[in-house]
């Protein structure tokens, strides 16, 4: 169930986590405006239809490889009376012809080395960077951030350091890390590298 009440459908391989609720929190605490909202790997859908709740005038988009994901996202989103938009598409491709003003994810934690990977393909996909990396997920955003606009991401600690890396390659700088309540996970703002001025 929902925080507002509505009860959306999971599957076994992704469910409802607290990490979802806190980017969640955090985006609708710092931004307020009506603007186009872009999540990558959107799953069943809750950050996108929790988004669309809080915000019903946002436009929301969700990317999601996974068809049958997209299809329960529709549903879910349906069934909690929001709306959005969900499309199949792969986060190492996806170009919009009009960039976001917010892109926000809760991404795959670790890489294929780190840990034993689920049996459960769809859980392992959700857990583990097998369809997508770190970078895939950062060359997408600057791809298809705005200028002005910002994105909002949770990853482990422990990848902080490849976080700040990658970024820096595209073009991408970190302008807030926030450390979760569980400790071993923060939740990061991006944003455009802006041109010094002389």
């Known amino acids: 169930m929902l925080p507002f009440g509505k009860i959306i459908c999971q599957t076994a391989g ?5 990490d979802c609720q806190a980017l969640v929190d955090v985006v609708l605490q710092a931004e307020n405006q009506s603007f186009d909202v872009l999540e990558l790997g959107s ?3 809750i950050i996108a239809i929790m988004l669309a709740y809080y915000r019903a005038n946002w436009k929301i988009t969700g990317i999601e490889i996974q068809t049958h994901l997209v299809a329960l996202s529709k549903q ?3 069934s909690a009376g929001v709306k959005t938009s969900f499309l199949e598409a792969d986060i190492k491709e996806f170009v919009s012809q009009n960039k976001y003003d917010i892109i926000v994810s809760n991404p795959p934690y670790f890489t294929k080395a780190q840990g034993r990977i689920s049996p459960d393909m769809e859980r392992a996909i959700s857990r583990h960077e097998i369809l997508c990396n770190m970078q895939d997920v950062l060359e997408n955003i600057s791809r298809n951030l705005k200028k002005s606009g910002r994105a909002y991401l949770i990853y482990p600690q422990i990848r902080f350091e490849q976080l700040q890396e990658i970024s ?3 073009n991408l700088i970190i302008e807030d890390k926030i450390i979760l309540k569980n400790q071993d996970k923060m939740l990061v703002k991006l944003g455009n590298k802006r041109d010094l001025e002389c």
């Open 76 to 78: 879910n989103s349906e």
């Open 168 to 170: 820096e390659k595209v």
């Open 14 to 18: 992704q469910g409802i986590s607290s």
């Open 43 to 45: 799953g069943n859908g």
